[in-house]
């Protein structure tokens, strides 16, 4: 089967069957609450919902940032689930795993999300049911971990570099002129390679351009460290590094 999601360009099919299958909420919770809200996907042209920060939503902020994730959706389908209730009584109900994923040249994933403090297993019923539920369409069925899986350093690197995904209206104007300068100069630090745009252009417009090309896999640092004005760009991008974070658990 062709997975070549890039070149698919009508999505409505799949944005009306993966419609969100419920919204998230605190229900459920005991010691603590969700930290329920949304971020704005840029790549769904939407608001997306999350119900934990460091889980939902770090990894949607990982989507965003990945230039192989073509489409994606949240609580997208209801899957049947058994279970024995304590009166020994077989009861159908349905779980909704977190997201679907369309990664170009791969399957469609669907991945449960666990955001606590600690590696986190799903119960051997549900995993089954899941993966059992995937396969049938063809799918993978995945469980991650970003919390604990996702190195801090790269956590805080992600966080930032998603505010600055949204192109400005004056980009496409300066974008030649910074290829042009970082294939004459190789490998350059941001501020050296904003600065080198004055008296032209004041430079602190020059750093959220270099930013969003970083962000938007135009530009390559290494995400391993922290990223700032002091950060080294050359050509490239930093999808090899994010790739990394989606091998399957």
Excluded at 93 to 109: A, E, K, Q
Excluded at 137 to 143: F, H, I, K, P, T
């Amino acid at each position: 089967m062709d997975y070549n999601w890039i070149t698919k360009k009508d999505w409505s099919k799949e944005d009306e069957l993966y419609l969100r299958k419920r919204n998230v909420s605190n229900k459920g919770s005991r010691e603590f609450e969700h930290l329920i809200g949304s971020i704005y996907s840029h790549k769904m042209k939407r608001g997306v919902q999350y119900e934990s920060f460091w889980g939902e939503c770090l990894f949607y902020y990982l989507l965003e940032l990945d230039p192989v994730t073509i489409r994606y959706y949240e609580q997208p389908v209801f899957v049947p689930i058994r279970k024995l209730t304590r009166e020994h009584l077989l009861k159908e109900d349905d779980h909704v795993p977190d997201v679907l994923t369309f990664r170009d040249g791969s399957r469609p994933n669907l991945i449960q999300i666990k955001g606590g403090n600690k590696k986190a297993e799903q119960k051997p019923n549900l995993f089954k049911a899941c993966e059992d539920f995937a396969k049938q369409r063809g799918w993978e069925y995945s469980l991650v971990n970003p919390k604990v899986t996702i190195p801090e350093i790269i956590k805080e690197n992600i966080l930032w570099l998603v505010n600055y995904l949204r192109p400005r209206e004056y980009f496409s104007d300066f974008i030649p002129e910074v290829n042009r300068r970082v294939k004459y100069l190789h490998k350059v630090e941001v501020i050296r390679l904003a600065k080198s745009f004055e008296p032209k252009v004041d430079y602190r417009h020059v750093l959220p351009l270099i930013f969003h090309l970083i962000a938007t896999g135009s530009l390559m640092t290494n995400i391993n460290k922290k990223i700032d004005h002091t950060s080294e760009v050359s050509f490239g991008t930093i999808f090899d590094d994010i790739n990394l974070l989606f091998e399957r658990e």
